[in-house]
């Protein structure tokens, strides 16, 4: 089972001996990676350097480019590989000089300005190839405006900066190419994408799906009920929406299938349930890790403020799918065909084991990276000892695996931070992002809900086109200081853009990961992804919750403030799923599906005057379809 997107379409198929090559120096790169994170701590721009060069080099061997189908590797994807290890080298050879230049003080060389353009378009041609147009088109126009920017009249012109300041921000130090997305990309993405490697190819996916399906299969609509806890697990480690359709769509729409669900349905489940998992603590994917180091925060501060949220999420999502096996009448599976949980649980103690102890050292504030590798070894150990039939044996082969599937995975996601951290280095540069927020503001006439509103519609048009990561980078980068500015927390509403970003892969027109469920349930992509949106109403309306109600996210507010609160968002999310889904106790009049819907809208507002009516509309609609 695979937990991660590896390009999918475009991914080449080596030739043996070649490949064989390859995967021993992915190997030896893998080494070289997890020993730097744990021991030697290589200078900044020195370690990023060599990771974006060997990356994008890799970009170039095994990705075709767009609207070619796979081929063999060109002459031309030779040189492009090999033009990358040179900057790779390049920087390697002149280390300590990157390293104690003055910014913007020091003399910048030919061979550097060479050098930057060099590695900034490989970066872009390897973006293309990896999640397609949108970021690079993006980071050319963000190129564009540093040179035309001083033509245009207004907030949003500029100065004007010459090549050498902006190879200065972009290439020669950690604000641009190298900066922060691709420091993180690097070091804690990295190895937490190796967890989830590992967790494959010990057959954690079998675990996973055995355990999802002892717990809800007995209950009507199981298998749905299934669908939506596997893919929350799954999700939480993969991080990767579209990702997680393919890896655990792939038997749960089938099933959904054969047991009555119409075929968009299943595929809208699988969608909804897979959009929530990189929202999930403890692992939430790659997003959350950087949205720490951005905002200034240890990770598990991000991790605790995020846990009522994805169960508000998931439980709605659950309680929408509990009314369509009423209205489809499905049952459950019988228990004589289910695994029990006990025996499940204990044959998955090899994975238990290492989750519970990742989650209790995340809790404690250590580094993220050490914790990861420590839940591998002990995975590892646990499995070599602990023999299962069910699972694949551990063995060194087991180990060469996991590091080699971890560096093909994070292909993708290296090249995106990189060009995410070209386009945010930019918007440093120009100053654009201040001048967003103030637009912003402006047009939200200081509205802090009017500057909600535009800021989501700003990441789901960015979402759309991208993976989670960038999207949420840039959107935060333009729209992030806009909603600090107008008295959010920066948590909250970093957050927020987080939220919105993890939707986008879901909102039609383009919806990403609908796409991938509605290939697997052969359905028609638009009705995937509406029904999703259907399905999933309460993510659209969480984030407001907890700009609105900060006790969601249970961070400096005693137990009197969060009960009340989470009781609340609860009985809202019960009220928005049911009215939108039109289905309470039975198919809902439209005068009860409007009810419901302005009750689950006052639940949220933080006065309880308005949450004790919404409580009175609430049990008013309840004893009448009770009758």
């Avoid at 910014?103 to 490989?122: C, G, Q, W």
């Avoid at 200065?168 to 690097?186: D, V």
């Avoid at 383009?510 to 638009?526: F, H, R, S």
């Amino acid at each position: 089972m695979v937990f991660f997107d590896r390009g999918s379409k475009r991914e080449r198929y080596l030739e043996t001996h070649f490949a064989n090559i390859i995967n021993y120096l992915i190997i030896i790169f893998a080494i070289y990676l997890i020993s730097s994170i744990l021991y030697f701590h290589p200078a900044g721009i020195l370690y990023r350097g060599i990771y974006v060069s060997v990356m994008v080099a890799l970009v170039m061997i095994y990705y075709t480019p767009p609207g070619e189908k796979p081929n063999k590797v060109r002459i031309i994807d030779y040189i492009l590989s090999i033009l990358s290890l040179t900057v790779g080298l390049y920087i390697i050879l002149q280390a300590d000089r990157f390293i104690y230049r003055v910014p913007f003080f020091d003399e910048i060389y030919i061979t550097d300005i060479i050098a930057a353009i060099v590695m900034f378009t490989l970066v872009l041609l390897a973006t293309q190839r990896t999640i397609g147009r949108p970021l690079v088109i993006i980071t050319i126009v963000a190129l564009l405006y540093c040179y035309f920017g001083k033509y245009i009249p207004g907030i949003f012109g500029h100065r004007g900066f010459s090549l050498n300041q902006v190879i200065e921000q972009l290439f020669m130090g950690t604000r641009g190419i190298y900066g922060t997305p691709i420091g993180i990309s690097s070091t804690y993405v990295f190895m937490f994408v190796s967890f989830g490697c590992f967790l494959s190819s010990t057959g954690g996916g079998n675990f996973f799906h055995d355990l999802s399906i002892s717990i809800a299969g007995n209950s009507r609509g199981g298998i749905a009920k299934t669908a939506v806890i596997a893919s929350s697990l799954f999700g939480t480690i993969s991080g990767s929406p579209g990702a997680n359709v393919l890896a655990t769509g792939s038997f749960t729409i089938p099933m959904m299938k054969k047991a009555g669900y119409p075929a968009y349905f299943a595929g809208a489940v699988e969608t909804a349930a897979s959009c929530g998992g990189c929202i999930t603590p403890p692992v939430m994917g790659s997003v959350a890790f950087i949205m720490a180091t951005v905002i200034g925060v240890p990770y598990y501060q991000v991790m605790i403020a995020a846990v009522f949220p994805a169960l508000l999420y998931y439980f709605a999502l659950f309680y929408a799918v509990d009314r369509e096996a009423i209205k489809q009448n499905l049952k459950g599976i019988d228990k004589s065909e289910l695994p029990s949980t006990w025996k499940t649980l204990f044959r998955g103690i090899q994975y238990i084991i290492p989750l519970a102890w990742l989650v209790y050292r995340l809790l404690m504030g250590f580094s993220p990276g050490r914790i990861a590798f420590e839940a591998i070894i002990f995975m590892l150990l646990i499995g070599f000892i602990k023999k299962d039939p069910k699972n694949p044996p551990v063995n060194i082969n087991t180990i060469l695996d996991g590091l080699k599937s971890t560096v093909k995975i994070t292909l993708p996601v290296s090249v995106a931070c990189a060009a995410a951290g070209s386009m945010i280095g930019i918007i440093n540069l120009t100053g654009i992002g201040g001048k967003f927020a103030s637009l912003i503001l402006g047009l939200a006439h200081e509205s802090l809900f009017l500057s909600l509103i535009i800021t989501m519609v700003i990441t789901l048009i960015l979402g759309m086109g991208m993976t989670i990561t960038p999207s949420y980078l840039i959107a935060a980068a333009l729209a992030g200081p806009a909603l600090v500015r107008a008295g959010v927390p920066i948590l909250p509403a970093h957050l927020f853009v987080v939220y919105f970003a993890a939707m986008a892969t879901m909102t039609p027109p383009v919806c990403m990961a609908a796409y991938n469920a509605a290939t697997l349930a052969k359905a028609n992509p638009l009705k995937v992804g509406y029904t999703s949106v259907r399905l999933g109403i309460i993510a659209y309306v969480i984030p407001y919750a907890f700009i609105y109600r900060p006790e969601i996210l249970i961070h400096g507010f005693g137990l009197t403030k969060i009960a009340p609160t989470l009781l609340m968002t609860g009985f809202s999310a019960m009220a928005l799923a049911a009215g939108i889904n039109r289905y309470f106790l039975r198919v809902n009049k439209l005068w009860e599906t409007f009810l419901l819907v302005i009750v689950s809208i006052m639940l949220l507002i933080p006065l309880y005057s308005y949450n004790l009516f919404g409580i009175a509309l609430f049990a008013l609609v309840f004893i009448y379809q009770r009758k």
